[in-house]
């Protein structure tokens, strides 16, 4: 019998988790240094066939076939085997745009949009986004942070280990601060990596109607400086670009500033006119650019050449009814890369599954499977400047994966978000939602996988 780890591959320890004879391991592996971009090839997703990974802690150590990882690993008691036969292994889901920390839904605003009430009276009425902003100014945080954290535990159980989450629906100095900290204490009841924005800049607030360059002084003179001055409070800076919002100008002004302070770069753009926001993103290096339902090719050329990732966001085209589609020929053609978003808010996108949105990056955007999971993966990981830490399972990436309920990759897509669709989730090297029994089957000291299945 051989010993565990015995055999010619370099013997890498004991895992704490192996997860082996999964029907397909979709490892991307290569892509960590840039982002997937271009046709669709078969060899994007580097598949493995009868594959395995193996983690210590919470970085993965092996991955492979499964034959291979299991010479280079050892076990015991303590360690956690998953048997994954007809299962695909997949990258942990990224979603790299979403709104998630707010007070209040927005049902009622639907169902009248639905009816034909234009959304312009609504807004009047004090409904829209005031609505939310009003209901998140008058929430507690520990409302606020309950209710982001079960958002969180849907999002993670539909397959996301990794999630953007923007402030932006307080619109005043402390309530911006306060968002922020509630992510923060959100993030700490969840076992997945969590990605704060500042977005202050996500509306001009009814109280400056009248004089929208005073809040913007305010934003970029106030609030920026407050949010950059606590390490970590926040790793980007967001601003809605767009008529009725912030100006190609505003938005130059505050991600000047946003990045004078050492934050990473985003921006709403394009998404009801050609306003110039996917330039502005392209001209500043931003890392990704968001929206692009209306970027003119031109614009799509200085996103590929600067390195910007554009974000798509199907759920939200889904929900609004929209008709107008981002350019996905023209990003192909320039070879700009793609990521998908849920855009998960309370009024344009309720979408919780990033399983859900790798199907409507097919069946709405027309994006290819290969495009879909890529986008959900790597070039999302790309999208939150993690492309080195997440989105592809290779040796000493964080160990975040998901088992599908299917065969192939082709099943993240074509479930279409059903529950079941994603069958366990691994984050940072522990199991953290679904797998049955067969999540907790620990080998007998010295004893090899085959041994246990006799």
């Known amino acids: 019998m051989m ?15 192996l997860v082996r004879r999964a029907q397909q391991v979709v490892t991307l592996r290569g892509w960590s240094e840039r982002p997937v971009a271009g046709s669709p090839e078969p060899g994007w ?32 008691r303590e360690t956690v085997v998953v048997d994954a036969q007809g299962h695909a292994l997949l990258p942990g889901l990224v979603d ?37 902003v009003r209901r998140t100014r008058e929430a507690s945080t520990e409302d606020l942070v309950s209710g982001m954290a079960e958002r969180l535990r849907r999002m993670m159980r539909a397959g996301a280990t990794t999630i953007e989450v923007k402030s932006g629906y307080a619109l005043e100095p402390e309530g911006e601060l306060r968002l922020l900290d509630a992510i923060a204490a959100a993030a700490e009841l969840v076992p997945v990596q969590v990605v704060p924005t500042f977005l202050g800049a996500h509306a001009v607030p009814p ?26 409070l926040a790793r980007f800076c967001d601003v809605f670009c ?7 100008d505003h938005a ?17 753009a394009d998404q009801f006119h050609p306003l110039g926001g996917a330039r502005l993103a392209a001209e500043m290096g931003a890392t990704s650019a968001d929206h692009l339902d209306f970027t003119p090719r031109e614009d799509l050329e200085r ?26 020929e023209g990003m192909r053609y320039h070879r700009v890369p793609v990521a998908l978003a849920s855009d998960h808010n309370p009024g344009t996108s309720p979408v919780e599954s990033m399983a859900l949105v790798a199907a409507l990056g097919c069946t709405v955007l027309g994006l290819t499977p290969e495009e879909s999971v890529a986008g959900c993966t790597i070039n999302a990981a790309h999208a939150l400047a993690l492309g080195h830490e997440v989105g592809s399972l290779e040796v000493g990436k964080r160990a975040d994966f998901i088992l599908v309920a299917g065969p192939s990759y082709l099943h993240l897509p074509y479930r279409m978000g059903a529950d079941g669709a994603v069958w366990m989730v691994v984050a940072a090297g522990r199991i953290v939602s679904g797998g049955g029994e067969r999540e907790k089957t620990p080998l007998e000291e010295g004893e090899t996988p085959d041994d246990a299945d006799a």
């Open 303 to 328: 996103l590929a050449a600067s390195g910007t990732v554009a974000v798509l966001l199907p759920g939200a085209h889904l929900f609004t009814r929209s008709r107008a589609l981002p350019d996905v």
């Open 242 to 248: 767009e008529e009725g919002a912030f100006t190609p």
């Open 45 to 76: 997703l580097g598949l493995v066939e009868d594959g395995a990974v193996a983690c210590r802690g919470d970085r993965i150590v092996a991955v492979g076939r499964t034959g291979e990882v299991e010479r280079q690993v050892s076990w015991d």
């Open 207 to 232: 109280e400056y109607r009248s004089d929208p360059e005073a809040y913007v002084d305010l934003v970029e003179q106030v609030m920026l400086p407050a949010a950059a001055r606590r390490p970590g």
């Open 96 to 132: 790299p745009h979403t709104h998630a920390v707010y007070a209040g839904d927005r049902a009622e605003e639907w169902g009248r949009l639905l009816r034909g009430e234009p959304y312009l009276r609504i807004l009047q009425s004090g409904g829209g986004i005031w609505q939310t």
């Open 252 to 268: 130059r002004r505050i991600l000047s500033r946003a990045a004078r302070l050492g934050l990473g770069l985003k921006v709403h």
């Open 3 to 17: 010993r565990p780890g015995a055999g010619r591959s370099r013997f890498l320890g004991r895992a704490d988790l």
